[in-house]
């Protein structure tokens, strides 16, 4: 069975390398929005906390607490999972992908100080008029 949610999609992890250039990626024939989440005890900022809207690629790591395992990407209300990395372990780092439409969101990482924390899309400065 599969859930279409409007407005809303996840994308597949890219598992090929990728260059990092002013907090944009080349994938292939597509340019995503990058950001980096470290996990701590205290809990888990986005850097940038503000991205345009479109793909954005996620870089995950978990420096060390011990307390959070996973980090999430959810709608406001928690009640949509849109992307996420579990069995992040102290000392690992991994990414995933999601598209994101204008609006607002939430990092959450269970298990820290301050679990959540929000994650902004903004309008897509390439999009043109129609």
């Known amino acids: ?12 992890a890219s ?4 260059s990092t250039a002013g907090g944009l990626r080349e994938t292939g ?13 205290e809990g888990c900022p986005p850097k940038p ?9 996620v870089d995950v790591e978990n420096l060390d607490a011990e ?3 996973e980090i999430e990407i959810r709608t406001p209300d928690l009640s949509h999972l849109l992307g996420e990395k579990e ?9 995933f992908a999601v598209v994101l439409v204008k609006g607002r969101y939430i990092v959450n990482c269970p298990g820290a100080f301050r679990p959540r924390w929000p994650l902004v899309a903004i309008a ?3 999009a043109g008029p129609r």
């Open 1 to 12: 069975m599969v859930i279409m949610l409007p407005l809303l999609a996840v994308a597949a």
């Open 15 to 18: 598992c090929h390398r990728a």
């Open 29 to 41: 024939a597509a340019r995503s929005v990058v950001v980096r989440i470290v996990a701590t005890p």
């Open 49 to 57: 906390g503000r991205v345009a809207a479109g793909r954005v690629e």
């Open 67 to 69: 307390t959070v395992s």
């Open 87 to 95: 069995n992040l372990i102290e000392g690992l780092s991994a990414s």
């Open 124 to 126: 897509s400065r390439t």
